[in-house]
């Protein structure tokens, strides 16, 4: 088996309302003098009435819609000409992927403070990098973890309803694309054993109270099951791969992702419902339906899609499934860790998933 390489986790995490009330003493404590905000206009104005006032100067940077190369060139240069010593990434999981990729780029350490909990960025020292339109191109993992990460749970259930369903749905991602990868060890090393124990919980915790949190959200009511679903999302989700290297990070469900990223009309929809319907591809290859039914009820009552169709593919589907496939097996992609490498394996998987969704 391959070495593993253990980022477990950020310096310092914290989640709890208030927990930016004392944010410019955290500041302070670590002899931060001037910052760089990177926000978006919908994030900061969310996070805007939890922001204490701060006597830190901060340079505030929109960022562009996408997390490019040109985008982190674009706002790591500001960092530089301002003489920021710290950056702080207030968003969803782009801004924290931007933010993360600038921190590498300075050298210049992190805050992180999420307003969506859509994915595990806050947590995971690696950022998903995509063309200007919106096509999957990469990720990179990253040498050192971020340094902060500031859950400020009130943020988070005023947000849409849809991010922590497509937070629901990457996550539970996790267990299955773990499982395959880990499965046929002989010997499984502490780090991966660890690993498998939070994917484990991302299955078990959202499947158990993923509904009660969705509910929680609709009624802007911050319950312990909301808190318990939005830090397996964030921290348990953020810990598979980060005590699993290789063994947790992805597999065949977003390479599925990554290949639906290919058709436009995908575009609209969050990355976690389409990698919620990579789960169901990958058992497909795996040729487990019985997983298959277990999960769909599950998917209809979160209103997570399970067909091409509800990720907004009505036409020339049969096109398209070639395309998506053969995006999803090109070299690199991580559905060949599960040794499928030809394109026709994952037409015929959405093929399966279609029939088993139509009947």
Not at 25 to 31: G, V
Not at 230 to 253: F, N
Not at 299 to 319: D, F, K, R
């Amino acid at each position: 088996m391959k070495q593993i390489l253990i980022k477990g986790s950020p310096s310092i995490y914290e989640c709890y309302p208030g927990v930016l009330d004392t944010l410019d003493q955290k500041l302070a404590k670590n002899d931060f003098t001037k910052g760089m905000l990177i926000h978006g206009d919908l994030s900061w104005e969310a996070a805007l009435p939890f922001f204490p006032r701060l006597e830190t100067p901060l340079t505030k940077v929109r960022y562009n819609r996408e997390c490019t190369f040109q985008e982190v060139e674009r706002i790591s240069q500001i960092a530089h000409d301002q003489a920021t010593d710290f950056i702080l990434g207030v968003g969803g999981g782009k801004v924290m992927d931007i933010a993360k990729a600038c921190g590498n780029e300075t050298g210049l350490p992190v805050i992180l403070i999420p307003t969506l909990a859509s994915n595990c960025a806050p947590w995971t020292p690696l950022s998903v990098f995509y063309d200007e339109q919106g096509n999957f191109l990469h990720y990179t993992i990253f040498e050192h973890n971020t340094f902060m990460v500031l859950v400020e749970p009130t943020i988070i259930v005023n947000s849409p309803v849809s991010y922590l369903r497509a937070g629901i749905g990457d996550t539970i991602a996790k267990w299955y694309e773990a499982d395959i990868l880990t499965r046929k060890l002989n010997t499984m090393p502490i780090g991966i054993e660890i690993a498998m124990h939070a994917a484990r919980l991302c299955r078990d915790v959202l499947l158990e109270e993923g509904i009660e949190a969705i509910s929680s959200v609709e009624k802007r009511e911050v319950t312990t099951a909301f808190t318990r679903v939005i830090e397996t999302i964030i921290m348990a989700g953020g810990m598979v791969g980060g005590y699993g290297d290789h063994y947790g990070r992805v597999s065949g469900a977003h390479s599925i992702h990554n290949g639906l990223t290919t058709i436009p009309e995908t575009h609209p929809h969050l990355h976690g419902n389409k990698v919620a319907y990579g789960i169901l591809v990958q058992l497909a290859i795996e040729n487990r339906p019985e997983e298959i039914e277990l999960l769909l009820p599950f998917y209809q009552q979160l209103n997570l899609p399970i067909s091409i169709t509800e990720l907004g593919i009505t036409t020339n589907q049969e096109w398209a499934i070639s395309q998506i496939a053969a995006a999803a097996t090109k070299e690199g992609e991580s559905i060949r860790l599960m040794h499928v490498t030809a394109p026709h394996q994952v037409e015929e998987a959405i093929r399966f998933v279609e029939e088993i969704v139509t009947r």
